[in-house]
């Protein structure tokens, strides 16, 4: 299935959990989770990953919910809690498999939504250096530590030098692009056509059709 | 919105979008760093059912990169960019509320931009930052009413809880984002037009 639409189904489906205050379906969208998962092949890191991950955020609702909550509290608590476990269980039908399909899916974005040139191609580099990101902020703190200062996360300081490594890698990266040929705003042709097929269409449709109709019933 | 499509393509150059995607990364990782902490303080805070205070302590934290977006581009949209920019890197990462962070990182990036939209885009100074401040608290907090299910709690919590995340915006992205402002003033890095 083509990442964007697979991208939009779980996105609409997330936005209305935010509204939905019922166990049942958050219990389902997990079910359904588990159910997909099982055909994408997981390592145990992932299904450690996606247990463990929400268990902080989701008991930290619950148990507060549960102390300091009023009204129908109890059945909130319980809603938070498998809430965590949804949006993160169905967020990772996209997220981990994303790096596979990252270049469809950024693809998929320039030729099929639309999206301007200069945001794709800049989310394309811009992703390429997140390990050189986490590695210059590393360095940042490292250097001040040579000079006897701890730069906190509260400080200014971090994140001027942070800022000044973005300034002079934005300039850098532009050049780069432009001079390996990348005009912006210019029609581009493409080496490999995106196409969404028919049947990703009718799957979303179902999909969420289906979604809308589990709603009806006035579940716990 | 409108305003974002209809400049999509004319106003918005290259280097700006290069340069609202590194903060925003930069952004992302720096609080990335901070997540073994704030896992630790809201663990230890979980029993007594009081996590939601430290999630409400350091949102400021998470929502920096927009307000930095907006006064290093200086254009409208620039703060919604930033903040889903920095939300899609945490999600990248393995953040805990899976897809959940991009729909929050659009809400946050709407709540503070909306400050320096009060201003009419024209102020980039610390009133709009703090303006931007104000508007995010309110926006964000009502967004957790519905997400969080905060319309569940007693009055008295959500008092408490509002104020902690208002004195946490105000820190970081009001105090620390005027002081990251006079830095790059000082250093004459951003001298543009």
Same mark, same amino acid.
């Given at each position: 299935?083509?990442?964007?639409?697979?991208? /939009?189904?779980?996105?609409?489906? /997330?936005?209305?959990? &935010?509204?939905?205050?019922?166990?049942?379906?958050?219990?389902?969208?997990?079910? #359904?989770?588990? @159910?997909?998962?099982?055909?994408?092949?997981?390592?145990?890191?992932?299904?450690?990953?996606?247990?463990?991950?929400?268990?902080?955020?989701?008991?930290?609702?619950?148990?507060?919910?549960?102390?300091?909550?009023?009204?129908?509290?109890?059945?909130?608590?319980?809603?938070?809690?498998?809430?965590?476990? !949804?949006?993160?269980?169905?967020?990772?039908?996209?997220?981990?498999?994303?790096?596979?399909?990252?270049?469809?899916?950024?693809?998929?974005?320039?030729?099929?939504?639309?999206?301007? $040139?200069?945001?794709?191609?800049?989310?394309?580099? #811009?992703?390429?250096?997140?390990?050189?990101?986490?590695?210059?902020?590393?360095?940042?703190?490292?250097?001040?530590?040579?000079?006897?200062? &701890?730069?906190?996360?509260?400080?200014?300081?971090?994140?001027?030098? !942070?800022?000044?490594?973005?300034?002079?890698?934005?300039?850098?990266?532009?050049?780069?692009? #432009?001079?390996?040929?990348? &005009?912006?705003?210019?029609?581009?042709?493409?080496?490999? %056509?995106?196409?969404? /097929?028919?049947?990703?269409?009718?799957?979303?449709?179902?999909?969420?059709?289906?979604?809308?109709?589990?709603?009806?019933?006035?579940?716990? | 919105?409108?305003?974002?499509?209809?400049?999509?393509?004319?106003?918005?150059?290259?280097?700006?979008?290069?340069?609202?995607?590194?903060?925003? %990364? @930069?952004?992302?990782?720096?609080?990335?760093?901070?997540?073994?902490?704030?896992?630790?303080?809201? /663990?230890?805070?979980?029993?007594?059912?009081?996590?939601?205070?430290?999630?409400?302590?350091?949102?400021?934290?998470?929502?920096?990169?927009?307000?930095?977006?907006?006064?290093?581009?200086?254009?409208?949209?620039?703060?919604?960019?930033?903040?889903?920019?920095?939300?899609?890197?945490?999600?990248?990462?393995?953040?805990?509320?899976? %897809?959940?962070?991009?729909?929050?990182?659009?809400?946050?990036? %709407?709540?503070?931009? $909306?400050?320096?939209?009060?201003?009419?885009?024209?102020?980039?100074?610390?009133?709009?930052? @703090?303006?931007?401040?104000?508007?995010?608290?309110?926006?964000?907090?009502?967004?957790?009413?519905?997400?969080?299910?905060?319309?569940?709690?007693?009055?008295?919590?959500?008092?408490?809880?509002?104020?902690?995340?208002?004195?946490?915006?105000?820190?970081?992205?009001?105090?620390?984002?005027?002081?990251?402002?006079?830095?790059?003033?000082?250093?004459?890095?951003?001298?543009?037009?």
């Amino acid at each position: 299935m083509n990442p964007l639409m697979k991208f /939009a189904i779980v996105m609409v489906i /997330a936005l209305e959990l &935010t509204f939905i205050k019922s166990v049942t379906i958050n219990l389902i969208i997990i079910g #359904v989770s588990a @159910f997909l998962y099982l055909f994408l092949k997981l390592s145990w890191k992932q299904w450690l990953w996606l247990f463990i991950l929400p268990l902080l955020p989701g008991f930290g609702s619950w148990f507060s919910l549960m102390y300091f909550g009023t009204g129908d509290h109890v059945h909130m608590a319980w809603v938070m809690l498998t809430r965590v476990f !949804a949006y993160l269980w169905l967020g990772g039908l996209f997220t981990l498999k994303l790096t596979e399909e990252r270049d469809v899916f950024l693809a998929t974005l320039e030729q099929k939504a639309k999206l301007s $040139a200069t945001f794709v191609y800049a989310l394309v580099g #811009v992703l390429n250096f997140m390990p050189a990101v986490n590695q210059q902020i590393k360095t940042i703190r490292v250097a001040s530590q040579m000079r006897g200062q &701890t730069l906190h996360i509260w400080q200014a300081q971090l994140y001027f030098k !942070a800022i000044l490594s973005a300034i002079r890698w934005s300039q850098n990266l532009a050049e780069g692009m #432009v001079s390996h040929g990348f &005009t912006e705003g210019a029609p581009r042709t493409h080496l490999q %056509v995106v196409s969404i /097929a028919k049947r990703d269409w009718l799957i979303l449709i179902i999909i969420l059709i289906a979604f809308q109709l589990l709603l009806i019933p006035n579940w716990y | 919105m409108q305003t974002i499509l209809k400049s999509k393509s004319t106003r918005w150059a290259l280097r700006d979008v290069l340069l609202l995607a590194f903060v925003a %990364v @930069f952004i992302g990782f720096i609080f990335w760093v901070l997540g073994p902490v704030y896992n630790i303080l809201s /663990a230890a805070l979980t029993p007594m059912g009081l996590e939601p205070f430290a999630n409400n302590l350091l949102l400021g934290g998470w929502m920096m990169a927009a307000p930095l977006a907006s006064i290093l581009i200086k254009q409208a949209g620039a703060g919604v960019l930033g903040e889903v920019f920095a939300a899609a890197v945490e999600m990248l990462l393995g953040g805990q509320w899976g %897809v959940a962070t991009l729909l929050s990182g659009l809400v946050q990036g %709407v709540g503070s931009e $909306a400050g320096f939209a009060i201003l009419g885009y024209k102020n980039w100074r610390w009133q709009a930052i @703090f303006a931007s401040a104000v508007t995010g608290t309110i926006v964000t907090f009502v967004w957790s009413l519905f997400r969080d299910g905060y319309t569940s709690y007693s009055f008295g919590l959500l008092v408490a809880l509002f104020i902690t995340r208002f004195i946490s915006l105000l820190f970081f992205g009001g105090v620390l984002v005027v002081a990251i402002q006079k830095l790059i003033e000082k250093a004459g890095v951003l001298r543009r037009d």
